[in-house]
């Protein structure tokens, strides 16, 4: 049987004392290499080099192993262990049980999630700045999170809340116009139907959400033959300009693909998403959600 190693982190003495002493290790198979007090200390112990042959395993889970939703009833307490966790991996001290329940309530609602964060702990290990231990699904929903300075967080959540309710309200008004308006079409009066029906159900509203979304294209497809096949068709081609990059976006774009698209006649709006691994020389560096608004704006300009 192979022997793992072990390193013990901990800012208390004691503690690491403790765990040390009261487990069997070499008995389960473990040897303890050493212990250290704090993360730096123990980052200097491990060199990252010494790790680096895990990070393909690391990568294979991310990429390739899915989200088992069908295991289990979601909405009993083990159910809710086979939803994907929305808070990942935090800053917090070893054994922190804050964010095992942080973890556990966006494992039950963290796509539609708002976070009021009073300052302490959880607004460190919460918002580190350059990283954030939150993260978001494939649909790329995830707590939306904010901290107030002062633990004023109460106050600070009820402004998201009526914040959030004014926009929502805002928005019903709209598509009740929409709903009630001559020009609208029968399909698109019913799925608005629906929507408004399920606005105070958060799941039936979002399969609702995602109906009208759908709605916005005549028609949808996905895969390497149907990008392919359609390229020569398309007027306008939008994406990321890894779409003309063979084996871009983690490999999500074949050769083939990319060949397709490149050659296409359609008119091409590319977005420099830096995640493509390309970078265009002379354009400014703009926070992603500018680069979309610029692509939609030359879109409508085009047509
Ligand atoms: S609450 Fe704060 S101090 Fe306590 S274990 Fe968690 S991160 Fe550490």
Redesign the pocket.
């Known amino acids: 049987m192979d022997t793992y190693t072990v390193l013990l982190v901990d800012d208390e003495e004691e503690v690491i004392q403790v765990i040390m002493k009261k487990i069997d290790w070499a008995g389960l198979g473990f040897s303890v290499i050493g212990y250290a007090n704090n993360g730096v200390k123990a980052l200097e112990m491990v060199p990252q080099e010494s790790q680096a042959e895990q990070q393909d395993v690391f990568n294979y889970m991310v990429e390739k192993v899915s989200v088992k939703e069908d295991m289990a009833d979601i909405k009993t307490v083990k159910g809710s262990q086979f939803k994907q966790p929305l808070l990942e991996f935090s800053g917090?001290?070893a054994?922190?049980?804050?964010?095992a329940y942080a973890r556990l309530v966006t494992q039950v609602c963290g796509d539609r999630m708002y976070i009021s964060n009073a300052t302490g702990?959880s607004s460190i290990?919460g918002g580190p700045a350059a990283t954030s231990p939150y993260t978001v699904d494939k649909c790329g929903h995830g707590p939306a999170w904010a901290n107030s300075l002062f633990e004023d967080n109460a106050e600070h959540g009820l402004g998201l809340l009526l914040g959030q309710k004014t926009i929502r309200e805002r928005l019903m008004g709209k598509l009740q116009e929409m709903a009630e308006s001559d020009k609208t079409p029968a399909e698109t009066k019913a799925l608005i139907a629906t929507y408004l029906e399920t606005a105070q159900d958060g799941a039936a509203n979002a399969a609702a959400t995602a109906a009208m979304l759908k709605a916005g294209a005549s028609a949808g497809a996905t895969g390497e033959n149907a990008v392919i096949w359609n390229a020569g068709k398309a007027q306008i081609i939008a994406g990321p300009i890894g779409l003309v990059m063979a084996n871009s976006m983690l490999g999500e774009c074949s050769p083939a693909m990319a060949t397709a698209i490149a050659s296409s006649p359609a008119h091409k709006v590319l977005i420099p998403a830096t995640r493509c691994g390309a970078s265009i020389a002379g354009l400014p560096e703009l926070p992603l959600a500018d680069y979309i608004a610029d692509a939609a704006r030359r879109i409508l300009e085009f047509v």
Do not use: K
Request: proline share 0%; charged share 10%; glycine share 12%.
């Open positions: 917090s001290c054994g922190c049980a804050e964010t702990c290990w």
